[in-house]
């Protein structure tokens, strides 16, 4: 079992910045892969940004430029900062873990955290 709990999320400005946290019951660097999704109304969760188990990261094309994931290993914490705040990036953000037990995959999520972006 991995727990996650998220905290950071809220309203900013469009062009602002927010940064969240996702801190992980255990060692992340076991973790097959690690990063954020996001789910705005009406629309399907979708990818972020995400360490993979080869320690490279992943982005979503919208949030290339804007967005930074990175982790502190000693912590067991993985952040996003975002930067350059759209309106468009209002949605609930999940912190998510990846975990293989022999030859299965388990997904882990957070209880989510709102970000709103006001123009």
């Known amino acids: 079992q991995v727990q996650l709990v998220e905290s950071g999320g809220g309203l900013a400005q469009a062009g602002g910045s927010l940064k969240l946290s996702c801190a992980a019951s255990?060692?992340?660097?076991?973790?097959?892969?690690m990063g954020w999704y996001r789910q705005a109304p009406g629309k399907q969760r979708e990818l972020v940004a995400v360490?993979?188990?080869?320690?490279?990261?992943n982005y979503a094309d919208s949030v290339k430029g804007r967005f930074t994931i990175f982790r502190d290993n000693a912590e067991n914490t993985v952040y996003l900062q975002m930067n350059s705040l759209k309106p468009e990036d209002t949605a609930v953000y999940y912190c998510?873990?990846?975990?293989?037990?022999?030859?299965?995959?388990?997904?882990?999520w957070g209880q989510g955290t709102q970000v709103t972006v006001s123009s």
């Open positions: 998510n873990a990846r975990l293989q037990r022999g030859s299965i995959l388990y997904d882990y």
């Open positions: 255990r060692d992340i660097f076991s973790m097959n892969a």
């Open positions: 360490f993979t188990s080869g320690g490279s990261t």
